[in-house]
């Protein structure tokens, strides 16, 4: 699929101290056909180290984004 002729979509993952599901909830999604996409992931105030695994995977495929907040909201 050439993504010059597709429109971008935007997969809204939010998530709080989900680092049990966050790596297989983003590979799931990467892996679709569909390619021209990006994966944003907000991060909700985790106390956990979902957001070392949110970096950890944008080293791999710069389609995901993070955006943090810094307390649950």
Do not use: W
Request: net charge negative; hydrophobic share 35%; proline share 3%.
């Amino acid at each position: 699929m050439d993504s010059k002729n597709t429109p971008l979509v935007s997969v809204v993952m939010p998530s709080y101290n989900g680092s049990k599901f966050i790596h297989t909830a983003l590979f799931s999604a990467l892996e679709q056909k569909y390619t021209n996409m990006e994966c944003i992931v907000i991060d909700d105030g985790s106390t956990d180290n979902t957001k070392e695994i949110v970096a950890s995977i944008q080293k791999q495929d710069q389609r995901v984004k993070l955006v943090q907040n810094t307390t649950n909201q």
